[in-house]
């Protein structure tokens, strides 16, 4: 996992919208292949179902052919909990911001892809990219 992206939920998210300036970019970085985790997948499952009306039948189709692209997603445990906490203190992000980067970490991944974060910046080792500003 040295060196890869590591995937925040928005990227899976655009992957599956239409009609979105962002869809192609997400969509090429999953075939790219990368690491996902459990939090965004189980996020994944919530705004499909909210806001791109899946079923439940299409959220699961969905997970299974982000899980090939990015198989073995990083659990969720109780040190990422930990280590997340350290990280949203320190740098004044939110717990589920926290976790995300934790996980990345954790993960020995170099990139954070995700537009929810300050592009550039470096936490925990993971450098932070909005792979959205190009598009």
């Known amino acids: 996992m ?4 590591f995937f925040d939920t928005n990227i899976l998210v655009y992957a599956h919208s239409v009609r979105d300036y962002r869809t192609a970019t997400a969509r090429q970085l999953l075939l790219d292949g990368g690491v996902v985790g459990v939090q965004a997948l189980n996020e994944f499952a919530s705004v ?6 899946f079923t439940w039948a299409e959220v699961q189709e969905a997970i299974e052919k982000i899980v090939i692209l990015c198989p073995n997603p ?3 445990t109780f040190q990422t909990h930990l280590r997340a906490l350290e990280v949203s203190k320190r740098y004044g992000f939110s717990i589920w911001d926290g976790l995300i ?3 990345a970490a954790e993960a020995h991944c170099s990139k954070l892809m995700t537009e929810d974060l300050q592009h550039g910046q470096i936490v925990e080792g993971v450098q932070i990219v909005n792979p959205f500003l190009a598009a």
């Open 2 to 5: 040295i060196g890869e992206n």
């Open 48 to 53: 499909a179902r909210a806001k791109l009306s």
């Open 74 to 76: 990083r659990p969720l």
């Open 101 to 103: 980067v934790a996980a």
